[in-house]
């Protein structure tokens, strides 16, 4: 099925330790972006791509960061989890001026 | 920058009845597109309606439909014949319309709808 793949659905993590959330499209989508959402506080936008080896940084990027090799994947790296991070993570992208697609979220938990 | 305002946190509403959800929003652009998303306790983010700024027909799919009021910056969501279904939360989101793809999506806070017999 085409779509946003992401791995994995829930994550938990000690203080300090290192993981990547993987995101993968089947879209040929140029733009990726990375979103974590928090209560009362929608959904935030961490760092995104408008296209293979070319990355920026959104609202809430210290803490994270993301690499776009191919068209297809965009990961996301948490170098040394802290329990700010503790989130729903959800990536996305779009291919022209309709609606952005999004994966189904990874629940993480750090303690 | 923009700026998406949702006031209201969580409504109800019965079912087979009629709900409007608010969202106010602030920019100087003048070319931009207007989203509402529905979040249902499954997590998944969908799509739930499209206006783009320019067009000055509300929008409707099925049972949702928008009142897009451009110069007061309002783009509420009607829901009528609420179904069991419908509960979940709502974001309303903003981006704007550029001619490549570097367009950024910024939500609301949500509004939680839960729609009771």
């Known amino acids: 099925n085409a779509g946003v793949t992401q791995t994995p659905k829930f994550q938990v993590l000690k203080t300090g330790q290192s993981m990547t959330l993987q995101c993968a499209q089947d879209?040929?989508?140029?733009?990726m972006s990375w979103y974590r959402q928090d209560p009362g506080m929608g959904l935030r936008l961490i760092h995104y791509?408008?296209?293979?080896?070319?990355?920026d940084q959104g609202e809430v990027p210290n803490g994270y960061n993301v690499s776009r090799s191919t068209t297809e994947d965009f990961p996301l790296r948490l170098l040394s989890a802290a329990p700010s991070q503790t989130s729903v993570y959800f990536c996305?992208?779009?291919?022209?001026?309709?609606?952005?697609?999004f994966g189904s979220g990874t629940r993480l938990t750090v303690v | 920058a923009q700026t998406v305002t949702q006031s209201q946190p969580e409504m109800s509403v019965q079912e087979a009845e009629t709900v409007t959800l608010s969202c106010t929003y602030d920019?100087?652009?003048?070319?931009?597109?207007l989203f509402w998303y529905k979040q249902p306790p499954s997590r998944q983010m969908i799509l739930v309606i499209r206006?783009?700024?320019?067009?000055?027909q509300n929008a409707t799919e099925n049972r949702f439909s928008v009142n897009f009021q451009k110069a007061a910056k309002s783009f509420s969501l009607k829901i009528s014949d609420s179904q069991l279904g419908d509960t979940a939360m709502y974001f309303c989101?903003?981006?704007?319309?550029?001619?490549?793809?570097?367009?950024?999506?910024?939500f609301g806070t949500g509004t939680r709808l839960q729609v009771t017999l």
């Open positions: 996305a992208s779009r291919g022209g001026v309709e609606g952005y697609t």
């Open positions: 879209m040929n989508h140029e733009y």
């Open positions: 791509s408008v296209g293979a080896g070319i990355t």
């Open positions: 920019t100087s652009e003048s070319n931009y597109y």
């Open positions: 206006q783009e700024a320019y067009k000055q």
């Open positions: 989101a903003f981006m704007k319309r550029n001619t490549g793809t570097a367009s950024k999506l910024t």
